[in-house]
């Protein structure tokens, strides 16, 4: 087992983009399963979660997977854990935030979320960034947004433009009427004050759908996505 082990471990290591989903859950839970074959444990956690990696840290029956052990399911959660933290902190606290593409770089983390999670970026005239605030956590259906929460922020950073994104757990990227009319609403009320609403996006793993770019902003949005 000792030379199996070394083995995928070395191909996770030369070659880990190329790597299967069990292979490097195998690797975490190396010397953690007892006597059961890391790869068989890996292979019945997947099979566990379907096959989805998202939310693979919270699944609370982890006992009763043969070899999955406290320790070893401690190792995962810890890793997902670590993988949030880095795609949640942008590479520069100033970036200029002038594409949806941008956005959602910094937003990315959010397709991890086993729920609906509500977030806004706040942006300077010359759209640097100055501030980021996960505002609201749902459930798998749903966030409850309300534009105060998201312009009092704005205000006190005395940011001139807003970002806003939310996740579908379901994987599907697809603005809802709902997604629409928050919106629209949002979008109304930021004009009131002087903060102009750039975007609204919506993360799912791996994509993300921008509301500009579908031209589902309303009348409001009346100036492009750059400084």
């Known amino acids: 087992m000792p030379g199996k082990i070394s083995l995928y471990r070395k191909l ?30 890996a292979r019945s956690l ?15 029956e982890f006992e009763q997977i043969p070899g999955l052990t406290g320790p070893g399911y401690a190792r995962i959660v810890a890793a997902v854990e670590l993988c949030k933290r880095a795609m949640r902190r942008p590479k520069h606290e100033s970036m ?14 959010l ?13 300077n005239r010359r759209h640097n960034l100055i501030g980021k605030r996960i505002l609201t956590r749902g459930n798998m259906e749903h966030t409850i947004v309300d534009p105060r929460q998201i312009l009092r922020p704005a205000i006190a ?8 994104a939310h996740n579908h757990p379901s994987g599907d990227p697809a603005p809802s009427q709902a997604d629409i009319e928050v919106t629209e609403r949002c979008g109304k009320a ?38």
């Open 12 to 41: 996770v290591v030369q070659d880990p983009q190329n790597s299967s989903d069990e292979d490097l859950l195998a690797v975490l839970l190396s010397g953690a399963t007892g006597k059961t074959e890391p790869r068989h444990v």
């Open 46 to 60: 997947l099979a566990h979660a379907a096959d989805n990696l998202i939310g693979i840290d919270k699944i609370s």
């Open 96 to 109: 200029s935030i002038t594409s949806a593409e941008l956005a959602y770089e910094v937003f990315i983390s």
């Open 111 to 123: 397709g991890l979320e086993p729920e609906e999670n509500f977030a806004v970026l706040y942006l």
């Open 157 to 164: 950073m005395g940011a001139a433009c807003i970002i806003m």
């Open 190 to 227: 930021a004009n009131i004050l002087g903060v102009e609403l750039l975007d609204h996006l919506v993360i799912a793993p791996g994509r993300f759908a921008s509301l500009r770019e579908l031209g589902l902003m309303g009348s409001y949005a009346y100036r492009p996505f750059t400084t």
